[in-house]
């Protein structure tokens, strides 16, 4: 299967497949809390049958051609990963996220990789909007969508309830036209 580069650092982005499963278990436990914060992939995936539960779910939705899942590999280990969670190809319309291990943030991995699969978006399947949900609490992946050149379009105050908590959920979006504008005026860059 492919494996894209995303830069000099032995970072690669690769097709997350139902055999990854051990290996994505193995990676959650890494960063079971940290990831945890403010999305539920650990709580789906607390075993090896979740972890094949999860990865099964996505092989589904690229079948149906309804989402995928990609994993980010850094020095061939699992560090993270960046989906389509939803993705409407009538409408023009998916969104995208991500998630990474401790050992692996701050070096801009989910931006360079979400490179790579917006232009794919755009470019290739012929999108025209990607949203981007998080969390009001997550800065990191606040600061991916502004890098991203995505617009903070509204809040939704405490719909979400995590781990006990009603959270509240941002929504971000980049359409393929201002995509295409930013990716004109500034080459590809780390972060």
Do not use: Q
């Amino acid at each position: 299967m492919y494996a894209t580069s995303l830069g000099d650092d032995g970072a690669e982005l690769r097709p997350l497949e139902v055999w990854h499963a051990g290996e994505l278990l193995a990676h959650i436990d890494r960063g079971r809390e940290f990831i945890g914060r403010h999305v539920g992939l650990p709580d789906v995936v607390p075993d090896l049958d979740g972890a094949r539960a999860w990865l099964r779910s996505y092989a589904d939705k690229r079948g149906a051609d309804a989402g995928s899942v990609h994993g980010i590999w850094l020095d061939g280990r699992l560090v993270g990963g960046l989906l389509f969670r939803v993705w409407d190809t009538p409408s023009g319309v998916c969104e995208a996220g991500c998630w990474l291990e401790p050992a692996a943030a701050g070096r801009g991995l989910v931006t360079r990789g979400m490179r790579v699969l917006l232009d794919w978006a755009f470019e290739e399947r012929g999108m025209h909007r990607v949203e981007w949900h998080v969390s009001s609490a997550n800065e990191p992946s606040i600061g991916v969508a502004r890098r991203l050149g995505m617009s903070r379009e509204g809040v939704l105050r405490e719909n979400y309830p995590h781990r006990g908590v009603r959270t509240s959920t941002e929504i971000w979006a980049v359409l393929a036209p201002e995509w295409r504008t930013a990716r004109a005026r500034a080459p590809h860059s780390g972060r």
